[in-house]
């Protein structure tokens, strides 16, 4: 390949070969480690399509990676080329480039939006997201359903199967999808471990002090315990600006707070530009948070945190900071790992293990790399540096992972059958066109792949084990075999002699009956002793049979496999139970949509409750601050220690029979709500500030903001959804209400 440049930069290998399929006018996957430069490609399409004028929609995973696409787009082609739609914004949504979250796209695709007919491109950034347990059916069916005119661009983190993933979406997409592999970073990652007392060490290094230490030891811990503030005072010297993975928001905060009672970072002069970036953005100092307060303190000691708890503003604050290197170091949860490109020349964690709602686990393999690699700034550091800090109070029984790049753990499909998808299938597909749709998921494909495997290993297997006992002796497996029945006899005679030492009044109670008649079970089974065999051929049968019940234990065990994989019509299956559960709740008329489903069918957040609700004429009983209270209560995802105050907003026993009514037919996990929210979104609904809300809950600011986004969010799908006009202007009213100061979208 020819030397190419874009933009003044040489190209990489695969960054030209990516360049060279797009110009083709191929559909590109680009599977690259952070940091290797992939995002140049998604931006020379979107450069391209432009120049042609042609229609261009750009997905992300996380709203703070589309508000950074959108803002560098932004100042690429103008504000009014480019436009966003994150459910809770929606700017200049006709724009040639549309950025948005795959969420947004899913839902376009599945209600077939007629303006997707005059998009030419179609790029689903970090398309790995599709093996994320909870919204990895979104990407699933965004891929299936991308109009076939619509070409593809993904951009992953190194995957263990991209062939697969690949090889799937050109299956379902009838066309050729190039696949664009790049193994090495630019910058090359080191990874080490930190203890006090080992101080900056490799794996290996790191046992063989905790071995020799353990040999040595004289007390039950002779361990220094080891903190964040010891690792950064080890590595501050050369290794800034780094990042530092805590596992925990609180903990972020804290451990910010206690670094800067020892360090500063900042001179003078970059104190005064921190400070003047703090009143741009939050005005008079006399109006500003106590939180606004203490980021400030903090980042004019070139200290932060960063989580979803704060902000939106304050994330933004902290994120140009950032990026403008007067934060040397980022306290940060994982969120921060995805997408955004910041320079770092380190990346700290202050433990391998993370909660995943359920229990507390050691990272995977593709979760620690793609934070590690956010380290190694191209063109500025030779290397990049990972530090995990290890507490050996727990060496023993939770040792660190040893992360290895090639045991990535393989893509797999998340697919899950919703009621909104049920629907808006049902009503755009007749009933072959919707089994086909679910033999192109990534699940059917796997599943056939794997069964495919599976069956030819059988079929190797079933010839050996023929193969090797063609010389067994028709009495092998038997008890009239001297191996079997010999070691059987000895474990009989062993039995006979116990029984005999317990004495006549033990052997009448229970545990001696049951003895004997064991022992009585197994007389029987070697009454006839077995036929004479010479020790030659003894031998032959014993390796030979050793042989051949490994291999039918390994026959056994992939029979098992297949037995697991889902069946063919597993979904389809699914897909008619769910009809003929929205068929009894009147959501459905055979095929044929009703009102209720209808505008079940554009709603995407706990659909059947919030028709059911629609429909139910409670909305005429509330005004409309009760009526935000109640919708932000529905899908309100309740983290561990969420506290509000009790206070009486509005009569829930219409809810709670609604609720119970659709479980009755659809099982218990059909709805989810939670009532307690409700105070906070109707002060704030009534007009009350932040500070005010927060007194009614513990919820970090940041989350009491995000419940209001989400109910504005709501309020607009409903908005679309009902066929009522005056509900709808009043859903407008309710969302304006909400939609205001902290609330308020940011100037993007």
Known sequence: MSERTYHGLVLDPFQLEALEAIDVGKSVIVAAPTGTGKTLVADYLVEQAMLKKQRVIYTAPIKALSNQKFKDFKEEFGPEAVGIMTGDVVLNPTAPLLIM????????????????????????????????????????????????????????????????????????????????????????????????????????????????????????NPFAKTTHLDLIKAIEGKYLPLLFFVFSRKQCAENAKELARHANYLRPHQRRHVEEAFLRHFGPEENWSLSTLQLKRLCSKGIAFHHAGLLPVQKAMVEELFQERLIQVLYCTETFSVGINYPVKAVCFESLNKFDGRNFRPLANHEFFQMSGRAGRRGIDAKGYSFALIDF???????????????????????????????????????????VFFQKSFAAYSSLQASTQINAQLAALSEQLKQTGLNECHHVGTWHCPLKHYPK?????????????????????????????????????????????????????????????????????????????????????????????????????ENELLPRGMCAGRIYVQELLVTELVFSGLFEELD?????????????????????????????????????????????????????????????????????????????????????????????????????????????????????????????
Request: proline fraction near 4%; glycine fraction near 2%.
């Open 101 to 220: 979250t795959t969420e947004i796209f899913r839902n376009q695709v599945i209600t077939e939006d007629p303006n997707l007919a005059v998009v030419s491109h179609i790029i689903f950034d970090e398309i790995h997201w599709l093996n994320d347990e909870e919204r990895g059916t979104v990407w699933e069916e965004s891929i299936i359903l991308a109009p076939a005119h619509m070409k593809v661009l993904g951009l992953s983190a190194t995957i263990a199967n991209a062939r697969q993933l690949v090889e799937w979406i050109s299956s379902i997409r009838k066309e050729e999808v190039a696949l664009i592999e790049e193994k090495e970073r630019a910058v090359p990652l080191e990874y080490y471990y930190y203890s006090k007392d080992t101080g900056i060490v490799t794996y290996d290094k790191l046992w063989k002090f905790y071995r020799q230490q353990r040999k040595n030891a004289f007390t039950e």
């Open 393 to 435: 109070t727990w060496f023993e029984k939770n040792p660190p992972p040893r992360f290895q790049i090639d045991r990535l753990e393989p893509l797999s499909s998340q697919f899950k059958l919703t009621y909104n998808t049920v629907l808006n299938l049902t009503s755009t597909l007749n009933y072959e066109q919707i089994k």
């Open 489 to 589: 006899r000895k474990e009989l005679e062993r039995l006979q002699r116990v029984y005999r030492s317990l004495g006549p009044r033990k052997q009448h109670r229970a545990y001696g009956k049951a003895m004997a008649r064991k022992i009585q079970s197994w007389e029987k089974l070697l009454a006839h002793p077995p036929e004479a065999c010479p020790a030659s051929r003894q031998t032959v049968c014993r390796s030979e049979t050793q042989s051949y019940q490994a291999l039918k234990q390994e026959y056994q065990e992939l029979e098992k496999n297949l037995a697991g994989l889902p069946g063919e019509n597993a979904f389809l299956h699914e897909f008619e139970m769910k009809k003929n559960q929205l068929r009894q709740l009147g959501y459905l008329r």
């Open 624 to 748: 409309d601050d009760q009526l935000n209270a109640l919708l932000s209560a529905v899908d309100y995802e309740s983290r561990k220690n969420d506290f509000f105050q009790r206070v009486d907003i509005l009569d829930w026993t219409e809810v709670k029979h609604l609720a119970h009514y659709l479980q009755s037919v659809c099982g218990p996990e059909a709805v989810r709500y939670d009532p307690r929210v409700a105070v906070i979104t109707y002060q704030w609904s009534r007009g009350l500030s932040l500070p005010e809300v927060q007194k009614f809950c513990n919820l970090d600011e940041g989350d009491i903001i995000s419940v209001f986004r989400r109910t504005i969010d709501l309020l607009r799908q409903m908005r679309d959804a009902v066929p009522d006009p005056a509900l709808r202007i009043r859903l407008k009213t309710c969302m304006d209400k909400l939609d205001r100061d902290e609330a308020a979208v940011l100037e993007l």
